[in-house]
Each structure stands twice: as structure tokens, then as C-alpha cells.
């Protein structure tokens, strides 16, 4: 495969719908103590592309970050990247010699690359579906790897043990008006948004100072939901990154849904090119009934299409309807706003110290993990 890198400024990077791929979400990482790099490269789309001849040519970037699991050694990870999607046949090949060529680039005491894929799984096909129209999931890992790894030159790419951003999601299509967006969901959701409206739920826009309204609903969701927890200073990197570099093309927006100036439900909304992602979110154990979470996700819908997004990403589900996942409320909350599901290929290893890196694996299994 002929393909080359070269590293470049991040600031340099270029606009994406992908936020973690965008130059704001580099500086919210170094304040989160994750340095970062960015590089260009080059490759001939014969080499990408079945079905394609001649010389021509992609060019595009990525981001990377580098985070040290000890005083030694570290793990470069590229989230959601990179965006450009070969044909399966050759996204073996591509990894492989993308990551070799970036090896002189990392330090030595790099354990290897992750990379985030947001590739649609190879798995996602008609035949993998059940008669009730829920997909069947990808097969061991042993046979994910066999498959990644066909016309590599060493078989090296091994399927990470868990992904950290998720690798199945939601995307409402905003290109309709806001009534056909209406009709396209459940019953059961357009009523539950037409009755937080009628109860009086009213959303409002947050700011920095709103984040301690925020945190105290996060915390009861983690307590609630039995979910690490995060430090504030997480949440306050990505609005004091906002505050920074106010000429990025990264908007974020906090939503807080009250009633009677209580506040019931919160949400991230991060709005980057033409896509708006549903980053994070959190409600309140009480008055639930009022359904302000449908309320919270109309609104953000309604503000991403008035801000020109003909994407909303609801950002994770469980693979499918399964009541044993631990995200199956999410899985029933989120596809009643009539999206459509994406499975994507998730995290996947290319080891340069091998050694290492299966005691780092062994490490990783019993932890948290590293990265949010």
C-alpha cells in the first residue's frame, strides 16, 4: 500500500463532524492531562477502494492521543479515527501501514496504537439480522481479527477487550421539517414530549455557572445507575475550552429541563459541522413522570436544526434489544426518536511491544479504563 504521513499543527486539523476529531477536543484532553498529535497522510485510492484504478489520491488527517498507563509507557489512541473508511477488504492492510509509518513518531516506551473505529461493522449485513429485525452482533474476537487482519503482512490487529466510545449509536436525520422529525418517532415518545410540554417541563439553556446544577444530577445518575464517576473538573474542561477558543466551529451548549424551577434533567450538547452529538447526559430520580429527559431531547433537536445539523447523534445504545444489557434503557429510550442504528467496528489494537501490551490487556480488564 502506498500511502504517507506527515505531522501537523493542531490547530491545523481540519472541520469534522466528528468532534473528537476536531482541534477543540485536543485542547479539552490536554486539560484533562492527555497530550495529542495530529498528522496528515496521503494514499492512493486504488490502494483504499476496490473497484478503483489510476492515480488519484485522498489526502486527509486525524488526531491522536497519547496516554501514559506508567512512568514508561503509554497507549496512542485515535478516537472515532481515522475517518476516512477504506472497503473492508483493504482497512487490514490500511491500519498496518499506517500504524508502522507512525511508529517513529511515538515514544519508545509506546505500547501501540487503539483505534476508536467508527467503521460500519463488517457485521452489520442483511443476513445478520433476526426475523424481528434486531441485529445478531459481531462474532468472536478471534474471527473479528482473522477477518480485520486478511492481506496484512503480519496479522498483527487484535480486537481490544471493550470499546470506549460507543460502537453502536443513533442518528436522527434534521433534514425533515420539525413536524415530519415528530412523525417519524414512536407514538409512545411524541407523547411523552407532548406531555412534558403540557406539565409545564420548560428547558432552558445552562452556562458555566449552571455546571454545579449539572454535576449534582450527574452524580445521582451515576449513584442511581451504579456508573464511575467522574471529577468535575471533566465537565468544566469542556466549557472553559469553549470560553478559550470561542472561533472554533465547535458550539456547546448545556440544557437543563425544569419544573417549577426544580431542575429534572440535563445534557452536553455539542454541535460540530453538520452534526450535533448528545455527549452527555443526567436526570433526577424525581418527577419522573413529567418526562423531562423527552423534553430535554426535543429541544436539543429543535436548537441542532435551527444551527444548520442535518445530524443528531444520540451517541450509544446497546447492540440491541437484549433486557440483560446494562444499556437496554438506553436502547428503548433513544430508538423511539425514530433514527436509525449504526454498528460500528469499536476498538481495535496494533501492538509495537507485545509483551507489554498483554500485560497492559491483563491490567485493563480489571479496570476502569483509561480514557472517557
Known sequence: MELSIEKKQIIDVYDTPIVQQTSFWSIVKRKQGLQSMAFDFKARNRDLYVDVGGYSYTRADFLMFLQYVN?????????YGPEIEPS?????????????????????????????????????????????????????KELQELQLNFDTKNGGLLKSNSDILPSDTIIVDLSPSLEEILMRMKPKTRY????????GIEVRLGTAKDLKIWYELYLETAHRNRLHINDISLFNSVFATKLEMDNQPVSVKMLIAYYDEIPLAAMFLIISDIRATYLYGASSSSYRYLMPTYALQWKAMQISKSCGCSEYDMFGISPSADPSHPMYGLFKFKTGFGGKIFHQMGCWDYPFQKNNYSLFQASEIISKGYYQ
Open 71 to 79: 512512568k514508561d509507557n503509554c497507549l496512542a489512541y485515535v478516537p
Open 88 to 140: 473492508e477488504e483493504n482497512q487490514g492492510s490500511f491500519l498496518e501501514e499506517l500504524s508502522e509509518q507512525l511508529r517513529s513518531y511515538l515514544p519508545k516506551g509506546c505500547l501501540g496504537i487503539r483505534y476508536d473505529l467508527n467503521w460500519m461493522s463488517h457485521w452489520d449485513k442483511e443476513d445478520n439480522y433476526s426475523d424481528d429485525g434486531f441485529w445478531l452482533g459481531a462474532p468472536d
Open 192 to 199: 411523552n414530549i407532548g406531555l412534558a410540554r403540557r406539565k
